[in-house]
């Protein structure tokens, strides 16, 4: 990770899109994050690095591919330290790994533009600026084409209103399919008191792709709410293909020991939920995971 010097004021120093106001050391775009990505980046690398030879028998036939649904420009800021290090997408070593390839898609042009150039235009990569949301629909129907296929996607949008359920939807179309979901807790947190007076969809209606939490949750406890929409999501995965009665998840939290997001980790196999498990019994402090 590299020192670099960030705004007097770090409060007030992110765009809208996330990034940061101030180029990174390279002169392009970089994400404003909390320290607490690296517990994220942690879970991610162990479960690609323990699933890889489960995919081993399908690298072969050229159709293993890593998706990344909100990319970034490749490049993040860790704030209270003053510190870049590579994003996901730059920092998955995609061969290691055993995928033959990688899509990268981000909403913002900027972005897409600095992973071009950080990237160097790879012929394994594709890069695409839009909406996820419309484009995974699109790059399913291509990858449906092939028959040997295992694929594997990170989905971690900074809030539900970034992510419909109809696209969880597509990805499931593919048998072989791996999700990594961030599931957004502290977003909805800011904004569920508006959005339970409003009529028309929320974004937690597009999100959760239901409107069943709507009738729910006025009955349930306060401090239960977060653990309801977190299972009622995964109950709609399950309705996917995506056993996750069985799954424990994993909670992200900030320095004042507050849930930020949830960890979904969805495999259609039961080994995988065995390797998800195994992963999440010790966190990247070397402490045990209490469930």
Not at 124 to 148: A, F, H, M, Q, R
Not at 232 to 249: A, C, E, I, Q, T
């Amino acid at each position: 990770m590299d020192k670099r010097n960030c705004a007097t004021n770090p409060d007030a120093c992110r765009q809208e899109n996330g990034n940061c106001l101030y180029p990174g050391s390279d002169g392009l775009p970089v994400q404003c994050v909390g320290p607490w990505v690296a517990e994220k980046y942690h879970y991610l690398n162990n479960i690609l690095e323990a699933t890889s030879p489960v995919r081993r028998q399908f690298f072969p036939r050229g159709n293993s591919v890593f998706i990344d649904l909100f990319s970034g420009p490749g490049k993040c800021i860790i704030k209270d330290e003053q510190c870049e290090l590579d994003s996901v997408c730059i920092n998955t070593n995609i061969e290691s790994f055993l995928f033959n390839s990688s899509i990268l898609i981000d909403i913002d042009e900027n972005n897409t533009a600095a992973l071009r150039a950080r990237l160097g235009n790879p012929d394994y990569c594709t890069i695409i600026t839009g909406d996820s949301n419309e484009k995974i629909p699109i790059i399913v129907n291509e990858l449906l084409k092939k028959k040997w296929r295992y694929h594997f996607a990170y989905i971690d949008p900074f809030g539900c209103e970034n992510l419909k359920f109809h696209t969880i939807q597509d990805l499931a179309k593919l048998e072989r399919m791996d999700l990594f979901i961030n599931f957004p807790i502290g977003s909805i947190k800011r904004n569920i008191g508006r959005w339970m007076e409003m009529d028309s969809d929320t974004p937690l209606d597009l999100f959760l792709g239901t409107k069943q939490w709507r009738e729910d949750i006025r009955k349930v406890n306060s401090e239960k709410l977060y653990d309801y929409l977190s299972n009622l999501y995964k109950d709609r995965l399950v309705n996917l293909g995506y056993p996750l009665k069985r799954l424990n998840v994993v909670s992200v939290k900030n320095t004042k020991n507050v849930t930020l997001y949830v960890i979904i980790y969805a495999a259609k196999r039961d080994i995988g939920q065995k390797i998800w498990n195994s992963i999440i019994i010790i966190r990247p402090d070397g402490q045990g995971e209490l469930f």
